[in-house]
């Protein structure tokens, strides 16, 4: 069974770059059958998808963030890693890393969640 | 302002039947299949349904969906006080190039 684990600062200051990565175990990051995505849910929110991965590198944006969002990908350590640069308080929200799964047209796997606080 | 309109709040006694909507457009629910995931309290989503009505091993067969168009919705049968969560219908967007979500529904049993 695959299994995400974001980790990562808890507490970035304002105009600073906020930087999480995800481990995945289980299964291979390299397979073609999958995209590894980033997902945010602000406190008493709902969820906002923030963008994916796939396993050629190639990448696809939430439009509204795409000007300060990287997404990139480690197959030798099986990791995926998350920037958003020029941080305000309204990005501070829970963190997920998930799977998206061509087989089910969608996320089928998430993360656990970390919590990134945007303050000085 | 989600891309995909949800009720904010649904509630049913238990044993009951209740459904959720989730409302589209051509280029999200009319071109893509729709998933809903269920969301705990305090705790990370779920997969509950993918590919507009299938259910992932494990999931109770209490939870049914459908698709019609640009819309979609949740069924719960035999309602639970342990389904007491929050829920949302996502799909893939053409315009948006990237996933939709709707804004959630919080499911109570009362």
């Known amino acids: 069974q695959v299994q995400l684990q974001e980790s990562g600062p808890g507490l970035v200051k304002p105009s600073e770059t906020l930087s999480l990565t995800c481990t995945v175990s289980?299964?291979?990051?390299?397979?073609?059958?999958?995209?590894w995505s980033w997902i945010r849910q602000p406190a008493g929110k709902g969820l906002e998808w923030i963008g994916r991965?796939?396993?050629?590198?190639?990448?696809n944006y939430n439009p509204s963030l795409k000007s300060r969002v990287t997404i990139s990908l480690d197959t030798s350590k099986s990791q995926f890693s998350l920037k958003l640069s020029s941080v305000t308080a309204a990005d501070t929200a829970v963190y997920y890393c998930?799977?998206?799964?061509?087989?089910?047209?969608?996320?089928?796997?998430w993360g656990q969640g970390t919590l990134v606080t945007v303050s000085s | 302002q989600s891309v995909l309109t949800q009720p904010p709040s649904a509630s049913g006694t238990p044993g009951q039947r209740v459904t959720i909507s989730c409302s589209g457009s051509?280029?999200?629910?009319?071109?893509?299949?729709v998933m809903w995931h269920q969301q705990l309290p305090g705790t990370a989503p779920k997969l509950l349904i993918h590919?507009?009505?299938q259910r992932p091993s494990g999931v109770p067969d209490r939870f049914s969906a459908s698709k019609s168009g640009t819309s979609a919705s949740l069924a719960i049968s035999g309602l639970q006080s342990e389904d007491e969560a929050d829920y949302y219908c996502?799909?893939?967007?053409?315009?948006?190039?990237?996933?939709?979500f709707g804004g959630g529904t919080k499911l109570t049993v009362l």
């Open positions: 998930a799977r998206e799964s061509k087989a089910v047209g969608g996320t089928d796997y």
């Open positions: 590919s507009n009505n």
């Open positions: 996502a799909a893939w967007d053409d315009s948006l190039n990237g996933r939709v």
């Open positions: 991965i796939y396993s050629s590198g190639s990448t």
């Open positions: 289980g299964g291979s990051i390299s397979s073609g059958t999958y995209y």
């Open positions: 051509s280029s999200n629910i009319g071109s893509h299949t």
